[in-house]
């Protein structure tokens, strides 16, 4: 590979390293009795509340629907994904460095591969949580769920829940785009010649 793609692709595998820094997914709750809102910050390697004590306070509503609490300890791939962003930096350096297009290749659609992946088990995740209820929760309304939604918003009883993707998911997805960037100026350099 040409010197520009192997600038853009050590560039790509760097800016990996935000994403130790910031969210990869917000879940914003809007609530009667929560006018200044709720909020859960999903990072690669915990979960937080958006201010101080949102995290205590969504188990305290969950506790009376019967869901069970958000505990970050219980939940693996906060342990686990450090590792897979660590393993895709030094991979994306490996490339960038190496300069060979197959394993550039292999890099962005292993990404594809997570990333799809890593969604599957978040909607799981939700449903988990909002369909596995207390058979003994203080309010009990036949038939319904409390799924957060995986993109966009959705009512549930009288909380608005909206999740998105935050800084981190678009710090991965510029990685992505400047990988097949340094493909594609590679491969238009090489039909110049």
């Known amino acids: 590979m040409n010197s520009n793609s ?26 009667p ?3 200044e809102g709720l ?3 999903i990072w690669v390697n915990q979960i937080t509340g958006l201010k101080e004590n949102d995290l205590q306070n969504i188990n305290g509503l969950n506790h009376y629907i019967g869901m069970k609490p958000i505990n970050p300890d219980d939940i693996p791939e906060l342990t686990i994904m450090p590792y897979v962003i660590a393993f895709m930096i030094l991979f994306g350096l490996f490339n960038a460095v190496k300069g060979n297009r197959k394993t550039v290749y292999v890099w962005i659609i292993l990404f594809l591969i997570l990333g799809v992946v890593g969604l599957y088990d978040f909607y799981l995740w939700g449903y988990n949580y909002g369909h596995n209820l207390s058979p003994d929760a203080p309010i009990k309304v036949p038939g319904m769920t409390y799924q957060p939604p995986l993109i966009g918003s959705k009512q549930l009883l009288n909380i608005n829940a909206v999740s998105l993707p935050s800084i981190s998911s678009f710090i991965i997805l510029a990685s992505v785009m400047l990988a097949v960037a340094a493909i594609w100026i ?3 350099k090489g039909k110049q010649k």
């Open 6 to 31: 192997k600038k853009l692709l050590f560039a790509s595998a760097l800016i990996l390293v935000g994403v130790f820094f910031f969210p990869l997914w917000n879940i914003n709750l809007e609530a």
């Open 33 to 35: 009795q929560y006018p």
């Open 39 to 41: 909020g859960l910050r």
């Open 186 to 188: 590679d491969k238009k």
